[in-house]
């Protein structure tokens, strides 16, 4: 089946530092999502990406699909220690299938 | 917008007994509902698609005699975990996808514990 590889798998840095992960694919995905998810909650979407190249912002996040279409990066500018939470890549695939494929996710903790 | 809500929250039952979680939409018409099981440090992993007044699409691996899931409205469906097992015990998520969007937005999920 489709597998997302999204790496690092976690990362421990300082308040102030700027974040990067990202996420790869075997297979061409139509769509890119990332969501956010804290402990015990369920994941909240922060970005959603539809185009090939499509660089999208959101506040100090910024994410891009790339360009051959199997992959994907999400960076966080300035993090501050509300970014701790694991964030997943979630990619839908060619072909209509609604299922989105998840990565493993990136566990994110930021020392204050 | 795109607020989707479940119920309970946390829920402790006997083992043999069945469990309901409900899922809403609470802005937005869900044409298409997703069941999601989630084990500790792990990520989702998807149990069973559901549209509209259809039944529900499970993946490989999933029991659909004992996950029941009906999705009997634009903005309700129910999944219901039948003589359920303490193995049953996981965190359950749904998320919902409105007509001809590919966001897909999840609720806030619940947690079975099952003794």
């Known amino acids: 089946g489709q597998q997302l590889n999204q790496s690092p798998q976690s990362m421990f840095i300082q308040e102030g530092e700027d974040v990067s992960m990202n996420c790869t694919s075997s297979?061409?995905?139509?769509?890119w999502l990332w969501y956010k998810q804290e402990p015990g909650e369920g994941p909240v979407l922060l970005i959603a990406?539809?185009?090939?190249?499509e660089l999208t912002s959101n506040g100090r996040l910024t994410a891009q699909f790339g360009i051959t279409r199997k992959d994907s990066f999400l960076n966080i500018s300035a993090s501050i220690p509300s970014d701790v939470g694991i964030y997943f890549c979630?990619?839908?695939?060619?072909?209509?299938?609604?299922?989105?494929?998840f990565g493993k996710g990136t566990k994110l903790t930021v020392n204050p | 917008g795109a607020v989707v809500s479940q119920h309970p929250s946390w829920v402790i039952c006997k083992s043999g007994t069945s469990v309901k979680i409900e899922c809403r939409s609470l802005?937005?018409?869900?044409?298409?509902m997703f069941w999601y099981r989630q084990f500790p440090k792990q990520s989702l992993m998807l149990m069973a698609t559901?549209?509209?007044?259809?039944?529900?699409?499970?993946e490989q691996g999933v029991e659909k005699d004992k996950f029941l899931i009906n999705h009997a409205s634009l903005t309700l469906s129910t999944l219901t975990v039948t003589s359920a097992h303490p193995e049953d015990s996981s965190f359950y998520i749904c998320?919902?996808?409105?007509?001809?969007?590919?966001?897909?937005?999840f609720g806030p999920g619940t947690r079975l514990t099952v003794t």
């Open positions: 998320s919902a996808r409105g007509r001809g969007l590919y966001e897909q937005y």
């Open positions: 297979s061409i995905f139509n769509t």
């Open positions: 990406l539809y185009k090939a190249g």
């Open positions: 979630a990619g839908q695939a060619q072909g209509g299938s609604e299922k989105l494929v």
């Open positions: 802005d937005f018409q869900a044409t298409t």
């Open positions: 559901s549209n509209e007044g259809s039944k529900a699409t499970y």
